[in-house]
């Protein structure tokens, strides 16, 4: 035997393993082998190469995960790759589940086997600790598998807030044990319009609900992918599938039917009536239960007053609390039920709306007409989400000069154009903040609202890419945000998608 090849064997197990499985790729001619690219989706705040060069023989899977950085971000983490191998160093197993995915981004898209990883170090860490996505399933019902895959895809682009929107005009899909009529009647839907409210029906009935034991599994199944899942029951709006089973919580008292258009029914809750305060808490006590989040979304987003200003009920109300005026109504309620989720350690988030009679300080708001009411809430000194519609709602258009109905192209949307070019563009932070208030932008989030979304596949097309776009807001720097980078890495990304069989929008503006 040559003297060339004595050294090998001199060496280790492992180690001669990797120099011999270097070797035969060289020798072997496999050209299309090459060191992978850590410049992944999102893209992680610092990489570093080795200026000196060189590269691990990486078999996709041993890694040396060490609990030991101090960092005041929890979900930080730094990869060190050299000839020792890969070590990951994070503060919490959050850190290392997104170190993980970022070495898993790296090679997703190599061939099957070992791969060569230069030698380097990625120090990262998200931008804003909440990174959100929701998906309405009122309005259509998405099947609990799905839901699982849903979740795989918020993990794959570090996304840490499921957003559950599950109850509307249109549906009821929370199992509410102490008034199971909310299931019973409140989620069948007889038909649903056709298009845009034209008074053409389909007459199918829409149907299904999630049972709790079902939804403490989506729980479960999201935690271990770094994901807490916040739960929505819109009030005192959006609630005519519970006035559907419960007519004597309105303020006729109907009959009511569940909703079959789009928009806002102007039957809501009674705010007069002694039994809603009690009904809703009950409702409430059983999402604590089933949700361990410590994030409570109320809705409070488009409520009309029309019904209380002709209520005799709601007018003695008014009167009995001193209150001038209509709205003043809903901000009663509302702090009726942020009072009831404090005392059991949990915080009331609401859309915009729930600004305007105050809230308590730990309220949360979710800004979602334009950025005015982030700035006020943060003003306030309230935690806001970013997730203004021009830029977060992905229920719109991503294709612009189609026709709506070539459903070759992209189907039926309600409406805007948001391309993924303008959800880069987005700035969670307005800059008419100062420092100390800026503070107070916690995140931001896409609203996927599904009016004309019918089915899962449906669903992943409006998201897709555009959560790629949105993650990079979430998750980087602003200043290392470049659009025409990020488009030459989002192939990498999008044959994730095709490896998992995710359905996207293959074309991008």
């Given at each position: ?28 001619g496999m050209s ?261 989040s410590e994030i ?97 709602y992905f229920d ?114």
């Amino acid at each position: 035997m040559s003297k060339w090849f004595l050294p090998i064997f001199n060496l280790k197990t492992d180690s001669m393993k990797r120099v011999l499985t270097a070797f035969v790729l060289l020798f072997a001619g496999m050209s299309s082998f090459a060191e992978v690219d850590y410049r992944v989706i999102p893209l992680p705040q610092k990489i570093e190469i080795s200026p000196k060069g060189g590269s691990y023989v990486w078999n996709r899977s041993d890694v040396r995960e060490i609990l030991d950085l101090k960092t005041d971000n929890p979900e930080a983490y730094v990869i060190t790759v050299n000839k020792k191998g890969v070590t990951v160093h994070a503060a919490t197993k959050s850190g290392l589940f997104y170190a993980r995915q970022t070495l898993f981004k790296s090679v997703a898209n190599e061939p099957e086997g070992d791969v060569l990883l230069p030698y380097a170090t990625i120090t990262d860490e998200p931008r804003f600790p909440y990174r959100g996505v929701h998906l309405d399933v009122a309005r259509h019902f998405m099947p609990i598998d799905f839901i699982y895959k849903y979740i795989d895809i918020l993990a794959l682009h570090g996304v840490n807030q499921f957003h559950w929107h599950l109850t509307d005009d249109q549906g009821w899909r929370f199992e509410v044990k102490k008034h199971p009529a909310l299931t019973e009647k409140g989620s069948v839907r007889q038909r649903t319009v056709i298009g845009k409210n034209l008074g053409i029906y389909d007459d199918t009935p829409e149907t299904g609900y999630y049972t709790q034991e079902e939804m403490r599994s989506v729980v479960a199944y999201a935690a271990e992918r770094n994901i807490n899942v916040i739960p929505e029951i819109d009030l005192p709006g959006h609630m005519l599938a519970a006035l559907c089973a419960y007519p004597e919580l309105g303020c006729t008292g109907g009959p009511y039917t569940i909703w079959s258009d789009w928009g806002v029914s102007p039957d809501v809750l009674c705010a007069g009536n002694d039994k809603v305060i009690p009904f809703l808490k009950d409702v409430l006590a059983e999402v604590c239960e089933v949700f361990p989040s410590e994030i409570i979304h109320i809705g409070g987003d488009e409520s009309p007053r029309d019904r209380w200003k002709a209520c005799p009920k709601c007018q003695a109300k008014k009167a009995e609390l001193g209150l001038s005026r209509e709205s003043e109504l809903q901000t009663y309620i509302n702090k009726e039920l942020d009072k009831f989720l404090s005392e059991r350690g949990r915080v009331l988030m609401g859309w915009d709306e729930t600004l305007e009679g105050g809230l308590s300080e730990n309220a949360m708001v979710m800004s979602w007409r334009g950025v005015d009411g982030g700035i006020a809430a943060a003003r306030q000194r309230h935690r806001a989400v970013m997730t203004p519609g021009g830029w977060c709602y992905f229920d719109h258009y991503q294709l612009k000069n189609t026709n709506p109905q070539d459903h070759n192209l992209q189907p039926l949307a309600i409406g805007g154009y948001t391309p993924l070019s303008k959800v880069y563009s987005y700035e969670p932070v307005p800059e008419q903040l100062s420092e100390e208030e800026r503070k107070y932008i916690v995140g931001a989030q896409c609203n996927l609202w599904s009016e004309y979304i019918l089915s899962p596949e449906h669903v992943m097309f409006m998201l897709l890419p555009r959560l790629a776009a949105l993650c990079e807001v979430q998750w980087t720097q602003p200043e290392q945000k470049d659009f025409e980078d990020f488009k030459k890495r989002l192939p990498a990304m999008q044959n994730i998608y095709k490896q998992r069989g995710y359905t996207y929008c293959r074309r991008s503006e």
